[in-house]
């Protein structure tokens, strides 16, 4: 393919002579191109920022510089910036690691005419590479379009197998299930939206597998809230099999209630107390009349109103008004609203409220009347008496208004008896709280006038005194009691109200359904004081105040169930806050272990195979160790964050009584020494309960949990202080004890204490309020270890007042026993062949030199596919491998497809799997079968050679192979 686009090529090359030979020929075949030549690591970076080269030729090998180190360099700047080596020479093995390494090419000097068949195959392949990049955008674009579209359809969307399995379900669906769209996937639809054991009897989907045509149903759903009109598609593949359906269920809640409505509306209007009825606009001709309209006007209910006009049931000063007034102001404005009336056939006249409104046609054409018209005979016969009632509905409007601005029983009560006092009045007056438990009245609220009186009688406030000894016992069944002579009642009660000259009193229900508050009494100076409204308007402010109280005790339970809900909540989300990120620092930890493999393994290799190191080279050795062994600690630490316990992991019995000054001895320089220093005292204090009973645990992790409080507890008190260690078995307040049966250790400190925010957020990963002091991981390592004991954590603290740390451990019986106790040596019992196959090459040679230190021949494989190829070459050979070491996360053939292949071939050779994910699968139970031993990454030399033993053993000894007599090692791709 020729080019005429311009290129800009840098050449790095410390031979001028051969920098411009390649340029004669890549010119001679036609590449119009810009060069420029470097020779030191500075110029090449200069010129990477300045000349912006568009490729790079570069020799292998020179004084200054190398081309491996360019590579390295132009890729960081750019990762399609394509790279080709010049060399004299290089053998295959360099030349492949040059390749994996990223360059485009490579071309031996000697074979110099080849280069310009490299530039164009590299410069085409990064065309190709950019355009593939921009195309896997694109998709990517589109899939994220169609995931949103999917979820933001307002319809509910589910997709069913043939087994009616859901596929999956889009948002809409699964908040109307109260549920995550996963939770959904993988269980029937008929189970999770219909809760039944099969598929219901209109079930769509089940018509569709059977006819493979689209089916719509109605149906309600109480689990998803409503009526919805379903659409069942069939889903097919690409020979138009029916592999399921497609469900869209759209909403219909609201049409059918406008349905019911309508249904329930026509019920309504021919039920109706009143004249419902529609007539011609043109000629006045009536079409319809209600049920309670015919009755009116004295019609039949099954009269035909054929030949009835509008003046026929119209006395003539109503028709008058009608033709002059209603129907011109209805025509003009829409409706009129005002008193007129009908005539009835016996003669008489029906005063009524009117509602008449004009109907017109979608062209503007006036069409028909009709009236809603309410009897107002008994309104008319009743203005005289709500005229007198007047004054007593603002006073009920005022006892209203008072008790809707309080929310609290007492001040509603004081309130209606103040108003009841001044405005009705009343000379006393009381709300008597009722206790249906004991049978007893207590005085409850009243006015200020009504509190003299009270305290002559002897029952102030709060006096209890049985419900029998008063006049109010039908109360207690929703009836009202009027006493008009209280003198002819002999109880306790009514005769001290006689004493001081209160003749009759009225007491009223406070009661809504069957829930009874009490009784309003009201008591009057005068024999028969109270007439019937007076009663009816105490039966009228009883219902209010039943109502209030209602209310207010219905919010202060509310109020109490959203408190419990919201701490409920808030403690449901800080777990799940705390278990996602542990979760993602597991993840994160496979990536770094991988890297820290060689780093940590060579330095091992180096430090024990190295005879003639000086003491520099070992002190440097040593600290790329302990620092990638620091690196790896961080890591373990971060996956420690809430992970369940390895079946692996044996729980002993652990005395606590004994292990807590252990801690305080350890932990000695931390509050002792070093505050001592800077003139600050800090008592520890163990309280150790006796014949306390052991926990079965892991003691290493409970030692680091209870080191790691004491720190804490000292760092909380920068001016001293003391803290306090207390064991027991239980807790000294239950309240707090989640555990029955617990074994509990409590931390104390007399420290800063925290804020509610501050404690909220103090179990997170990676929170810390010491600045760069802290590293947060201290506090939910701590609740991770009792996650994993099966017990609890808990941490009270307030502003100013101390912390306290409670470890609560479950009690246990029995002993856990050790699968590996028993096994003495870590040294297998014969030199091993073994098999490493790894697709990380650094990390396949790493392990070859590990197992070559001690004794043993390694052989190692690039990939799965290479390395099942030579473990079946070595047994054709008779010369079997003892060992297979695999990784497990690999290209086209992973760890658990090249154990499956090697059990294969010889069922008796021992695998072990070699992986940054070790504890995870332990932990998740993930461990494949055929796999009999886990590695983790980073590999260290006794983990290996412990692994090695046990599988060795585990096999039987054989016949020891001397090392000379091996095969020698060689790396197979």
């Known amino acids: 393919m020729e080019t005429n686009i311009p290129l800009r090529i840098l050449f790095v090359e410390d031979v001028p002579a051969d920098a411009e030979l390649a340029e004669r020929i890549l010119r001679q075949d036609g590449l119009v191109f810009t060069s420029t030549r470097v020779e030191t690591k500075e110029e090449f970076l200069r010129a990477l920022e300045e000349f912006r080269p568009d490729l790079i030729i570069s020799d292998y090998a020179m004084p200054h510089f190398d081309g491996m180190a360019a590579l390295e360099l132009a890729l960081e700047r750019d990762a399609y910036l394509p790279f080709i080596l010049l060399t004299g020479s290089m053998n295959e093995e360099t030349a492949v690691a040059c390749m994996k390494a990223g360059a485009a090419d490579y071309v031996i000097k000697e074979h110099m005419q080849r280069l310009s068949f490299a530039v164009r195959d590299a410069l085409e392949r990064k065309k190709a590479q950019l355009a593939q990049a921009e195309a896997e955008g694109q998709i990517l674009r589109a899939k994220e379009e169609w995931e949103r579209t999917f979820d933001t359809v307002p319809d509910l969307i589910c997709i069913l197998d043939a087994q009616h399995t859901i596929l999956r379900i889009n948002l809409r669906m699964a908040e109307k299930l109260g549920i995550s769209p996963s939770e959904a996937v993988g269980k029937t639809c008929y189970e999770c939206v219909h809760g039944l054991q099969s598929p ?49 269920a759209h909403d219909i809640t609201e049409r059918k209630r406008d349905e019911a409505a309508r249904g329930h509306l026509a019920a309504i209007v021919e039920g109706a107390p009143a004249f419902v009825g529609y007539a011609d606009a043109k000629d006045g001709q009536i079409l319809y009349i209600n049920r309670g309209g015919r009755a009116m006007i004295g019609i039949g209910a099954d009269e035909d109103l054929g030949g009835i006009k509008i003046p026929d049931v119209h006395p003539e000063w109503a028709n008058r008004l009608i033709r002059e007034v209603i129907l011109p102001t209805a025509s003009r404005e829409g409706s009129w609203l005002g008193e007129c009336a009908f005539l009835n056939r016996d003669g008489r006249e029906i005063p009524v409220l009117m509602v008449l409104q004009a109907h017109r046609s979608p062209g503007g054409d006036l069409e028909t009347f009709s009236t809603v018209s309410y009897d107002i005979t008994a309104q008319k016969q009743a203005e005289e008496v709500l005229q007198q009632q007047f004054q007593r509905i603002n006073l009920l409007n005022q006892i209203a208004h008072g008790v809707a601005q309080r929310h609290d029983l007492h001040n509603i009560l004081r309130v209606v008896m103040e108003c009841l006092e001044e405005h009705l009045p009343i000379e006393f007056g009381s709300v008597l709280q009722y206790d249906a438990a004991l049978g007893n009245f207590t005085v409850g609220a009243r006015g200020s006038k009504s509190g003299p009186v009270a305290a002559e009688l002897g029952i102030p406030e709060g006096a209890v005194f049985p419900a029998a000894h008063t006049a109010f016992l039908p109360c207690l069944q929703g009836e009202a009691v009027y006493v008009p002579d209280l003198a002819e009642d002999t109880e306790v009660v009514p005769q001290k109200l006689v004493g001081r000259g209160l003749r009759s009193s009225v007491g009223v229900p406070l009661q809504v359904g069957d829930e009874m508050f009490g009784v309003l009494a009201a008591v009057r100076a005068e024999v028969d004081g109270f007439d019937l409204e007076d009663r009816r308007f105490l039966e009228q402010v009883a219902e209010h105040v039943s109502l209030a109280l209602q209310q207010t005790q219905l919010q202060e339970r509310l109020q109490t169930a959203y408190d419990e809900l919201r701490q409920t909540q808030e403690a449901v989300m800080q777990q799940e806050r705390l278990r996602a990120l542990g979760q993602m620092a597991s993840g994160v930890a496979h990536d770094i272990n991988n890297a ?125 202080g003391t803290i306090t260690i207390r064991t027991m078995l239980g807790s000294p307040d239950e309240s707090v004890l989640r555990i029955p049966q617990s074994t509990m250790v409590e931390v104390t400190d007399t420290g800063v204490g925290m804020d509610e925010k501050t404690l909220n957020r103090c179990l997170e990963p990676f929170f810390s309020t010491k600045g760069e002091r802290g590293t947060g991981l201290g506090m939910g390592m701590a609740y991770g270890v009792m996650q994993r004991h099966e017990g609890d954590l808990q941490v009270e603290s307030s502003k100013g007042q101390g912390t306290t740390v409670r470890l609560l451990f479950p009690q246990r019986g029995g002993t856990e026993t050790d699968p590996n106790a028993g096994l003495e040596t870590d040294v297998p019992p014969h030199a091993l062949r073994v098999l490493c196959i790894d697709d990380d090459l650094a990390v396949g040679l790493l392990l070859r030199e590990m197992l070559e230190a001690d004794g043993h021949t390694a052989e190692v494989c690039d990939g799965g596919q290479a390395g099942c190829e030579a473990f079946a070459s070595a047994q054709q050979l008779g010369e079997p491998f003892d060992v297979v070491i695999s990784d497990v996360g690999m ?31 332990r932990t998740d139970g993930d461990i494949p079968s055929g796999v009999d031993e886990v590695l983790g990454k980073p590999p260290r030399m006794s983990d290996l050679r412990r692994a090695l033993c046990r599988v060795a053993c585990a096999a039987g000894a054989a016949t020891p192979t001397p090392p000379a007599q091996m095969s020698e090692s060689r790396v197979l791709s």
């Open 200 to 248: 219901p009897n209109f079930c769509p989907h089940a018509q569709l597998l059977k006819d493979k045509q689209e089916h719509t149903a109605e149906f309600h759903e109480s689990r998803l809230g409503g009526d919805f009109l379903l659409t069942c598609t069939p889903w097919r593949d690409r020979d138009g099999q029916v592999l399921g359906s497609v469900h869209v």
């Open 596 to 720: 820290l493999s060689p780093v940590i393994g060579y330095a091992q290799l180096l430090q024990m195979t190295e005879k003639n190191l000086s003491a520099e080279g070992k002190q440097r050795l040593s600290a790329i160790e302990m620092a990638g062994n620091d690196i790896s600690h961080i890591v373990g630490r971060m996956r420690e964050l809430y992970r369940q316990r390895d079946a692996n992991e044996q729980l002993v019995p652990v005395d606590l009584n004994v292990l807590i000054p252990q801690v305080v001895d350890l932990t000695s320089p931390r509050w002792k020494d070093m505050p001592q220093e800077r003139g600050v005292v800090v008592d520890v204090v163990t309280d150790l309960a006796k014949d306390l009973p052991e926990v079965h645990g892991i003691e290493s992790e409970i030692r680091e949990t209870l080191t790691n409080l004491v720190i804490n507890a000292v760092d909380a008190m920068p001016e001293g």
């Open 891 to 921: 290209p086209q053939m992973d760890g658990r497809q090249v154990a499956r292949n090697i059990k294969e071939q010889s069922s008796t050779t021992p695998v072990i799997l070699l992986t940054g994910w070790g504890a995870r699968m």
